[in-house]
């Protein structure tokens, strides 16, 4: 649904990293609504994995922004909002998930940190 929701409406950059932010921050609902659940680890995984690709693409769209003329500063400000929520729900996770998902868990928040500094979004 959502890559059809991409694919029929024209967006400015902007506003597709917009959506980006949205549908990553659903990914974090997911996690933390299977994590109650007792999912399984590597589903879990999964929907980390997920939520780095939404994180990477409305980042990709900010940077594919080059006009610059559209306001950045309310998508800039809900990136700030999703690398706070990252942090805390990426922590919790830590604390609950085992080895090897740990491995690989911790592995892409460290990296999606460094995508968001290296973005911009210092720590």
């Known amino acids: ?18 959506l980006y932010v949205e549908y990553a921050n659903n990914r974090l609902d997911e996690l933390e609504a299977l994590e109650e659940k007792g999912a399984p680890p590597a589903l879990l995984v999964d929907v980390v994995e997920d939520f780095w690709t939404d994180e990477k693409k409305a980042l990709r769209e900010l940077s594919l922004n080059q006009v610059k003329t ?12 999703l690398k706070i929520r990252q942090e805390e729900v990426f922590q919790e996770l830590l604390y609950r998930i085992p080895d090897p998902e740990y491995d690989r868990v911790y592995e892409i928040s ?5 995508d968001l500094i290296n973005a911009g979004f210092e720590d």
Do not use: M, N, P, W
């Not at 559209?70 to 909002?81: C, F, G, L, Y």
């Not at 460290?110 to 460094?114: G, S």
């Open 110 to 114: 460290e990296r999606a940190r460094l």
């Open 1 to 18: 649904v959502e890559d059809l929701h991409l694919g029929f409406i024209e967006f400015y950059y902007v506003q597709r990293a917009a």
């Open 70 to 81: 559209d306001d950045t500063s309310a998508v800039k400000q809900a990136i700030r909002e």
